[in-house]
């Protein structure tokens, strides 16, 4: 596929009329499919009632993972949307269901992915229902999560293993968990998650970007000192490469901080984070990112839909605070009108998921080329970011 080689050529690009975007016909087999893959889990779950929720199709195995998995969230999330967009009460009960398989996660503070598994399920639920059950979850969620920050440090520390590598690592995945923090202060007026969330944004600002406006993923810092002592990757080609994703979780994360915030540091970090993006050599025509900018395979390196996803959704909302609104709003367009035309999953198959072509850790030989769970959630939640 040919390659955009300007920053004039993306405009270009991204200026043209992106394929309309028919909402409820795209929902109508969001559910077709989601229908399939909740009948697909639900034969696996009576083996296995530990295992919560779909996450991949891979080497033709539909995988479910246990609670504990950062992506056990997503599907319970997927199921909320789907009732917001029709209403109908069969995915409101299916959400329900699916959202209380997690609750013991409120405890789990072996964790930083507490804003993934617990604001995405338990979160787009109470949004919708105001169930002061799941009010009291993500309070006992948000209180989990900062058990996590280091006041010396000023970050929530992301991961407990690997303890031989690194010595508090903090990646850039962490800024998508502050959303629990935000709305743990609003739901208690208590200001202590909202300064956590923000130190940690601002520690994240300090160190995890390059003078390109591009993000390390793992930066790893000294307990006793706060000091900078690796910055590494983990899941991207390479400590010096920018693995596609990770740039989508900095641009949703910092006008998601943005919109809780108002301070406009956070509004210019995610607008350049946006332009590096977006004026990439190597990003494709049809805007869906290989894994890595920097994979040394391209043109013929694995995609990332996933990364596609989430910036999409970043997108549509950074469009609303931005003056290059309207710019934004086009990169989102023409992301969505590539992933429905080229990246959804045919009707009846890959188990029910809605999108493929997903990559999640290249490096690791892990859900390569696959459907992910998160990609369709994120695929879900632009959509409806796109209509209002």
């Not at 999409?312 to 992301?335: C, H, T, V």
Request: aromatic share 12%; with cysteine.
């Amino acid at each position: 596929m040919k390659k955009i080689l300007t920053v004039a050529s993306v405009v270009l690009t991204f200026s043209a009329a992106a394929q309309k975007i028919n909402t409820k016909q795209i929902i109508r087999e969001a559910e077709q499919q989601t229908l399939l893959l909740l009948k697909e889990t639900e034969a696996i779950r009576v083996a296995k009632p530990n295992l919560v929720a779909p996450r991949t199709y891979e080497h033709g195995e539909l995988k479910l993972v246990p609670s504990r998995d950062w992506t056990s969230g997503f599907f319970a999330g997927e199921l909320w949307m789907l009732y917001a967009f029709t209403k109908n009460k069969i995915w409101q009960q299916q959400a329900e269901k699916y959202t209380a398989l997690l609750e013991q996660e409120k405890w789990n503070a072996g964790t930083h992915d507490m804003g993934f598994k617990m604001y995405c399920s338990y979160g787009t639920g109470y949004a919708l229902t105001k169930d002061t059950a799941y009010k009291n979850v993500l309070i006992r969620s948000a209180k989990t999560l900062a058990s996590r920050f280091h006041p010396k440090v000023g970050a929530i520390r992301s991961w407990d293993h690997h303890k031989e590598v690194w010595q508090f690592p903090v990646i850039i995945d962490n800024m998508m968990n502050l959303e629990l923090l935000f709305a743990a202060t609003r739901l208690t007026g208590d200001s202590s998650f909202y300064n956590i969330a923000v130190s940690h944004a601002n520690t994240t600002l300090k160190n995890h970007f390059r003078s390109d406006n591009s993000s390390f993923h793992v930066i790893d810092y000294d307990t006793l000192t706060g000091a900078v002592l690796q910055k590494n990757t983990h899941q991207g080609h390479a400590h010096t490469s920018a693995w596609a994703r990770g740039q989508a979780w900095g641009l949703y994360g910092y006008t998601m901080c943005y919109r809780e915030t108002k301070d406009p540091t956070y509004l210019q970090q995610a607008e350049k984070i946006a332009a590096f993006f977006f004026s990439h050599p190597n990003l494709p025509e049809d805007a869906v990112p290989y894994w890595d900018f920097n994979a040394p395979d391209i043109p013929n390196a694995p995609r990332d839909a996933s990364a596609a996803a989430v910036m999409a959704s970043g997108l549509y909302e950074l469009s609303g605070y931005s003056k290059n609104g309207k710019q934004y709003r086009k990169y989102a367009d023409k992301i969505m009108s590539s992933l429905m035309k080229y990246y959804r999953s045919p009707i009846g198959e890959n188990k029910g998921f809605i999108l493929v072509h997903s990559t999640g850790n290249l490096p690791s030989n892990g859900e390569i080329d696959v459907p992910i769970n998160y990609a369709d959630y994120y695929f879900l939640e632009a959509l409806g970011r796109r209509e209002k």
